[in-house]
T-cell receptor, first 112, second 114 residues
């Protein structure tokens, strides 16, 4: 059973548009939710964390969490070519607080 | 800004050999982790380490693997008798204490087993 699922993409958006990335998870007890960005050949870079239902905004990024639907999303406003990367959804908590489970990632391409 | 560092950046070894991957976590962090990412696949949790002991490990982390904090700054992953399928990127991560589990990753070590 897959624990964290994401659309693999690739997702292509024009520069300046909003990119919307989605993630679902299976463990209802999960408590912490993260979005990482991973450029090709590089390590994951934490860009957002969210712990409560609702929205959390940080600059051009907005994370949304709906625990009832077991759904997390990331919106990137005013997308830039430098946002082109793979975005990893990660979840922890539930039965294993210290274990972070990553989704397979969604590849985003921002077209100039 | 403090960073997690890892050495070497690339390690090539022969099947059956032992390798040690090294990490220096961020200095005020007390929780340490190892993850691996096989080429084209997702990041997989291996082990978490706190207070000089393993706090959690995955089914991947079998007797072939061990972790150690040999001194106040280094955190190592030892892989005994490497197999071809151990070829992957290995990432070290660390975080502060507390309930917020925001983990910061090092640049990774690419392990190639021939």
């Amino acid at each position: 059973q897959k624990e964290v699922e994401q659309n693999s993409g690739p997702l292509s958006v024009p520069e300046g548009a909003i990119a919307s990335l989605n993630c679902t998870y299976s463990d209802r007890g999960s408590q912490s939710f993260f979005w990482y960005r991973q450029y090709s050949g590089k390590s994951p870079e934490l860009i957002m964390s969210i712990y409560s239902n609702g929205d959390k905004e940080d600059g051009r990024f907005t994370a949304q969490l709906n625990k009832a639907s077991q759904y997390v999303s990331l919106l990137i406003r005013d997308s830039q070519p430098s946002d082109s990367a793979t975005y990893l959804c990660a979840v922890n908590g539930g039965t294993s607080y210290d274990k972070v489970i990553f989704g397979p990632g969604t590849s985003l391409s921002v077209i100039p | 800004e403090p960073e997690v560092t890892q050495t070497p950046s690339h390690q090539v070894t022969q099947m059956g050999q032992e390798v040690i991957l090294r990490c220096v976590p961020i200095s005020n962090h007390l929780y340490f982790y190892w993850y691996r990412q096989i080429l084209g696949q997702k990041v997989e949790f291996l082990v978490s380490f706190y207070n000089n002991e393993i706090s959690e490990k995955s089914e991947i982390f079998d007797d072939q693997f061990s972790v150690e904090r040999p001194d106040g700054s280094n955190f190592t992953l030892k892989i005994r008798s490497t197999k071809l399928e151990d070829s992957a990127m290995y990432f070290c991560a660390s975080r502060r204490t507390g309930i917020i589990n925001e983990q910061f990753f090092g640049p990774g070590t690419r392990l190639t087993v021939l």
